[in-house]
């Protein structure tokens, strides 16, 4: 069987299936030769369940058979991030604090995947709680990017980015609180939809961060993206934030193109400084936007410093973990995490209070910014893949400057914003264009998205990846 599937969208994958060119089971077959090959040097996957995923792969090659698919998706294996709940297995986070209690339920993303017909391979590594930019962990260790396995693959959906752009898997779970799927998307070079909040409900949503997170995956194309959110989308009476169903197919109108939009262009937020590498790489994106007949207006200054407003409720939000975890484990944290989590300890409800009023703040400013523009356009992160020792929120590597200061504000606002890659830096490693949408616009971000994936002429395989795969 030719390498190639493992780099065929899910769309192609289902066409084959449907053609009979391809069977399930043979594509779930060497999906996981190949994740047993690549695991020990990139270190994505916690738990495989090959049995699982070779039962459900049976299942779909019978509905194929008959011409009864369950979606374009049936057969198409995927993976699910240790964050989120699937029946069965432990839901670890990263931790010695957590335990092996399996869960006694699906989380709702996971039971439309399983109902699209997808077999899941396992699931994916995170750092401990999610709680970073970076994917390393006190439980499972470090987690590489297949680009260059001295840098990281961003967080927290890094094990997510690192399968997909090691061909493990045409698109893999994630799930974005601050930039949890752009921020990996852009150091691997993915496609990276943060869709609306409340668009694919959570449950259960008892992290203090449940406000913020929305669910998705990592991909390695625009049309898979709309068709995972096809199978994905739509509410669920055990999440009171999850948003109506819209009745919408999200592949109808994704070409029809961006002519006549009026785009802002952000480089620095008015306070972001990113490297000049970055910079050039986001403003030259920027211009296709142009050649695809939309106006572009660098609208400079546009979002305050995050800092001062909501580092209370990071900060918070993370005590409140750690007041649940035993004093005897607490020993066994990340420091990072653990020192973060400490200096929370001491914020008060009137810290709290004025971090969800600078919250509605926002979100009020954002959607009167939209009001005239339909799309906003930044970079991702302010620098391309950090190496895998990079300790986050520390000096070199805070988490408001470098970490996710692009991203974060939209995950406070609830609107769609996904990555798109840009191009390589002079060390050959990617960089992400962010394209933000307003509130609840995910067809627009996603038509933005496909317009600029059919410009850019970004494919897959990309070379460099195959070339430090080959030293694997």
């Known amino acids: 069987m030719s390498d190639a599937i493992f780099w065929s969208p899910a769309s192609e994958l289902g066409r084959a299936f449907g053609r009979k060119e391809l069977s399930p089971v043979e594509l779930v077959d060497q999906i996981l030769k190949r994740a047993e090959q690549l695991q020990p040097h990139l270190n994505f996957l916690v738990l495989i369940d090959q049995n699982g995923a070779r039962a459900a792969a049976r299942e779909a090659e019978t509905r194929w058979l008959k011409g009864e698919p369950l979606s374009p998706l049936d057969g198409v294996p995927t993976s699910i991030k240790d964050t989120t709940t699937v029946k069965g297995w432990p839901t670890r986070l990263g931790s010695h604090a957590t335990d092996e209690t399996p869960a006694s339920e699906d989380a709702p993303v996971v039971a439309r995947l399983r109902a699209a017909g997808q077999p899941i391979l396992g699931k994916s590594t995170t750092p401990e709680f999610g709680w970073k930019a970076l994917t390393d962990s006190p439980l499972q260790g470090t987690t590489r990017n297949p680009w260059n396995p001295g840098h990281s693959p961003g967080g927290s959906s890094g094990g997510a980015s690192s399968m997909t752009a090691a061909g493990v898997a045409p698109f893999n779970h ?43 995956v990592l991909a390695r194309s625009v049309l898979d993206t709309a068709l995972v959110l096809n199978a994905t989308a739509g509410p669920d009476p055990r999440d009171w934030r ?3 169903a819209e009745g919408r197919d999200y592949t109808i109108g994704l070409d029809q193109g961006v002519r006549g939009w009026k785009i802002g262009l952000s480089l620095d937020f008015g306070h972001v400084k990113a490297d000049p590498e970055v910079r050039a790489l986001v403003e030259a994106a920027a211009k296709l936007f142009e050649a695809l007949g939309a106006h572009v207006d660098d609208v400079g200054p546009l979002i305050e410093p995050l800092q001062n407003s909501f580092e209370p409720v990071w900060i918070g939000s993370f005590a409140t973990r750690l007041r649940q975890i035993p004093t005897q484990l607490q020993v066994k944290l990340d420091p990072g995490f653990r020192a973060a989590a400490e200096k929370g300890l001491s914020i008060t409800l009137a810290d709290y209070a004025r971090s969800y009023e600078a919250k509605s703040k926002l979100a009020r400013d954002m959607a009167v910014w939209h009001e005239k523009y339909d799309l906003l356009l930044s970079p991702v992160t302010p620098t391309a893949a950090p190496p895998v020792d990079t300790l986050y929120n520390s000096d070199a590597f805070p988490r408001w400057t470098k970490g996710a200061p692009y991203t974060l504000p939209f995950n406070l606002t609830g609107q769609p914003a996904a990555s798109m890659p840009a191009g390589l830096t002079a060390a050959g490693l990617p960089v992400g264009l962010q394209i933000a949408g307003p509130p609840r616009a995910d067809h ?13 002429g970004w494919t897959w395989p990309q070379p460099k990846v195959l070339e430090a795969l080959a030293k694997m």
């Open 242 to 244: 999850s948003l109506p």
């Open 174 to 216: 994630g799930n974005d609180g601050g930039g949890s799927i752009r921020i990996p998307a852009a150091h691997t070079g993915l496609v990276g939809l943060k869709p609306s909040f409340g668009r694919i409900p959570q449950y259960p949503a008892d992290s203090p961060f449940a406000d913020v997170v929305s669910q998705g």
């Open 444 to 456: 627009l971000v996603l038509r933005a998205m496909r317009a600029y994936e059919s410009a850019s």
